[in-house]
């Protein structure tokens, strides 16, 4: 048979029909393996979120009946301190709950104390849980007519207990240049008329001390004088006066002072009054949301900073008859 020939034409376009077959072929892989490439792009370059893990859930309320009951227990642990200053104090500490080894304690203080002036700090927390003994030693501090501080102190500390004993000895003062302002403050929050009408006189005095008068207008904020209070309110911007500002408007029973109590509370030398305040602030307080810190505080490495968070706690979670 025989063999077809092929010509010279017919080879020239066989090659360009297998060249444009492999280059077709070339260029859809390029546009393949291009095409997975950006597909994996896009995957890897928007990774999907991560699930968001659920909030912690808030901390347990503090029971205020357990935070009271641990105060009582390290003060009564504080009662046996080698340091008969710390046996003091929590002898102190304990008195705001009228508990019966802390009377003890400082009944006996009354005998070995030879400050006349450390005896009216015991002698005033014997009075505010009706111990005779306390106003007896009151007493005869007022009457003691060599020491006008001694005198002053006792007459203060019968106004702290609620009681008039000191009322006549601070209306003397009144009269004293350098003392009338600070007994005026005292007698102030027992609604006495010749001291209020002494602190309004300053207040109004352009001549006198600027801290006299914000001082004079702090102790009026307190009986209510609606001008006193936005004056004391304006002095909780002032650290020297925020602490008294924020205790008058309390016996105002002004909510503005709530914020800078609350942060008094972190301050150990603060703490107490502070907790006195709130208590007057709010009869019926709710002590749960003011514990964190005090209860925070009882961790302290030192036994004062213990002590005052203590006491602290034992005044806002009280009964509100046991608050002076």
């Known amino acids: 048979m025989p063999v077809a020939r092929v010509h010279g034409g017919d080879r020239r376009w066989t090659r360009l029909a297998l060249g444009v077959a492999v280059a077709l072929i070339a260029v859809l892989a390029v546009v393949k393996l291009s095409s997975v490439s950006t597909s994996k792009q896009a995957t890897t370059s928007v990774p999907e979120a ?26 009564r642990g504080l009662l046996t301190s080698p340091s008969p200053r710390i046996q003091r104090s929590a002898a102190l500490v304990l008195a705001r709950a009228c508990e019966p080894a802390g009377m003890a304690a400082l009944t006996a203080a009354l005998e070995d104390e030879p400050s006349a002036i450390a005896k009216i700090e015991v002698a005033e927390a014997l009075l505010r849980c009706g111990d005779e003994a306390g106003r007896a030693e009151l007493t005869r501090a007022l009457a003691d007519s060599t020491r006008r501080d001694v005198r002053a102190d006792a007459a203060r500390a019968f106004a702290r207990a609620g009681d008039p004993g000191g009322d ?53 904020a307190a009986t209510g004088d ?93 009964p509100r008859a046991e608050v002076p």
């Open 168 to 220: 006549p000895f601070l209306r003397q003062l009144l009269g004293l240049s350098q003392l009338r302002l600070g007994a005026a403050e005292v007698l102030a929050t027992r609604g006495d008329a010749g001291a209020i009408k002494l602190l309004a006189s300053i207040v109004a005095d352009a001549k006198a001390d600027p801290d006299d008068r914000t001082r004079a207008t702090i102790a009026l």
């Open 50 to 75: 991560p699930a968001l893990a659920p909030p912690p859930p808030p901390p347990p309320a503090i029971d205020p009946a357990a935070a009271r009951a641990r105060a009582l227990t390290i003060t």
């Open 226 to 318: 609606a001008d006193a209070v936005l004056g004391a309110r304006a002095a909780l911007a002032d650290a020297r006066f925020r602490p008294a500002a924020a205790a008058a408007l309390a016996r105002a029973h002004d909510q503005a002072a709530r914020p800078a109590l609350e942060a008094m509370l972190d301050v150990a030398s603060l703490r107490v009054e502070a907790a006195l305040a709130l208590a007057t602030l709010a009869p019926a307080l709710d002590p749960v949301p003011v514990l964190p810190p005090l209860v925070a505080a009882l961790e302290s490495a030192r036994d004062v900073d213990q002590l005052t968070a203590c006491e602290a706690i034992i005044i806002v979670t009280a």
